[in-house]
Structures are given as structure tokens and as C-alpha cells.
């Protein structure tokens, strides 16, 4: 059992730039990954960004490349979404997500079977 906890959304101007956390806590020690994925009103889910746990290996949708990285600190059972250059487009529910199992891409929302409640990222023009 795995439990998350988002935190660090908000609004925040055109270009600017915003910082999410994800505090994991229970059984972390089974983490395989845990990512990112965001909401925007009328829209599916989509996949933002994963971090291996272990291994620290990263993915990025094309969207977001070269704009957002990733990180995690694993003594604290925290990951770690820094957002630069943030565009309208960026705005959306972003949610943190965990998996155990390694048999989905890490950008498939199927492989994920922890969900955090999700954080408010507002982005205005």
C-alpha cells in the first residue's frame, strides 16, 4: 500500500515557472517508478513525465521536453516536477502517480495503480 500527496500547484504568469512535490509514503520500497500526469478540462489524462525509482532513469512527453525535469530523493519518498517556461497550454490538474510493476510503458496510465489526489496548475496568458 502506497499513498500520495501533491503539493506546490498554483497560478502563475506565461513563462514562468512552478515546482511540484510528490510525498510517497507506505510500502515505497516496492516503487518500480512513479510519475506525473495532468487533466485539462474535456480532455483524457495524459502522461507528463516518470523517474525510475531505483535506477533515476527519466521520461518526458515531447510537450513538456527541454521544458520540465524530474527528479526524486528517495530518503525523502519524494518526487519532484520542476516547471519552466510554463505556457497556457500547461494548464490542467496535474496528479502524481506510482507503480510496482514493470510491464506497461512508463507513459501508459495502466501501469500506474497509485493515484494522488491531484494539484491545481493554472497557467494564465
Known amino acids: 500500500q502506497v499513498q500520495l500527496v501533491e503539493s506546490g500547484g498554483g497560478l502563475v504568469q506565461d513563462g514562468g515557472s512552478l515546482r511540484l512535490s510528490c510525498a510517497a509514503s507506505?510500502?515505497?520500497?516496492?516503487?518500480?517508478?512513479v510519475g506525473w500526469f495532468r487533466q485539462a478540462p474535456g480532455k483524457e489524462r495524459e502522461f507528463v513525465s516518470a523517474v525510475g525509482w531505483t535506477t533515476g532513469g527519466t521520461n518526458f512527453a515531447d510537450s513538456v521536453k527541454g521544458r520540465f525535469t524530474i527528479s526524486r530523493d528517495n530518503a525523502k519518498n519524494t518526487v519532484y516536477l520542476q516547471m519552466n517556461r510554463l505556457k497556457p497550454e500547461d494548464t490542467a490538474v496535474y496528479y502524481c502517480?506510482?507503480?510496482?510493476?514493470?510491464?506497461?510503458?512508463?507513459?501508459?496510465?495502466?501501469?500506474?495503480?497509485?493515484w494522488g489526489q491531484g494539484t491545481q496548475v493554472t497557467v494564465s496568458s
Open positions: 502517480a506510482a507503480r510496482t510493476g514493470s510491464y506497461y510503458r512508463l507513459g501508459d496510465k495502466r501501469g500506474y495503480e497509485y
Open positions: 507506505g510500502r515505497t520500497s516496492s516503487l518500480y517508478a
